[in-house]
């Protein structure tokens, strides 16, 4: 094989994994990690209490300034979700639909969208965080919620006191989760089920510690 075959089979093997699109999560260090549960711990019990499963990231705001298409991985063991770039508004929101849209496979029409926020942050002398205007921010708390259909539902939420990192989990879609706690006439009451598990997450969550005064972090170190 001359050199200039050599070239053409490189490139063709490299292509394909630079036509990917630019993952939206990344891996936070175990060290990093473990200080972040440690110090978000009653928020993450009380985020992740419904969900089958769930890590700590940090999000590639980078991404989505660039207005393309980017994927998300929630767990490893899974294949990338491909979202494409709708359009990204002045209030920091980036809007779009999923690749593989089964609703679009068959119509032809993206009805199935989403939306990830973005909220900027500032630090302070002290190593607080503070919400400040999107062009004084040094960084950005990240939000949005995944429904796939067919799939289970994966939800992005910054963790409450060190906001510069985010949770994702996976709720399953057989999971019980009596969403419907203020009723109003006409309503159909909660299954016994419901009730039950509604009642025991709330004998749950009566018993997490109070963080309320807790200082909102920058960064855990």
Not at 12 to 29: G, K, N, T, Y
Not at 55 to 73: G, M, P, W, Y
Not at 150 to 177: M, T
Request: charged fraction near 25%; glycine fraction near 4%; proline fraction near 5%.
């Amino acid at each position: 094989m001359n050199v200039i075959s050599i070239c053409v089979v490189v490139f063709l093997w490299i292509a394909p994994e630079c036509a990917r699109s630019q993952e939206l999560l990344e891996d936070v260090d175990p060290a990093r990690e473990q200080a972040l549960q440690e110090y978000n711990a009653a928020f993450l019990k009380d985020q992740t209490y419904f969900a089958a499963r769930y890590r700590i990231v940090k999000v590639n705001v980078d991404a989505l300034f660039q207005e393309r298409n980017i994927a998300i991985t929630p767990f490893s063991d899974m294949k990338p979700i491909g979202l494409v770039f709708d359009r990204l508004s002045r209030e920091t929101f980036w809007h779009g639909f999923y690749e593989n849209d089964p609703i679009y496979a068959v119509t032809g029409n993206r009805l199935l969208s989403f939306t990830i926020s973005m909220v900027a942050y500032g630090v302070d002398e002290s190593g607080a965080a503070v919400r400040v205007a999107q062009d004084q921010g040094s960084f950005f708390a990240v939000s949005a919620i995944f429904d796939v259909l067919g799939d289970s539902k994966y939800v992005l939420r910054p963790l409450k006191f060190s906001p510069k990192y985010s949770v994702i989990y996976e709720i399953r879609r057989d999971a019980v989760i009596p969403v419907r706690i203020d009723t109003t006439p006409g309503d159909h009451p909660l299954s016994d089920e419901e009730q039950a598990v509604f009642d025991e997450y709330l004998e749950f969550a009566e018993a997490l510690p109070d963080d309320t005064n807790k200082k909102v972090l920058g960064d855990v170190w």
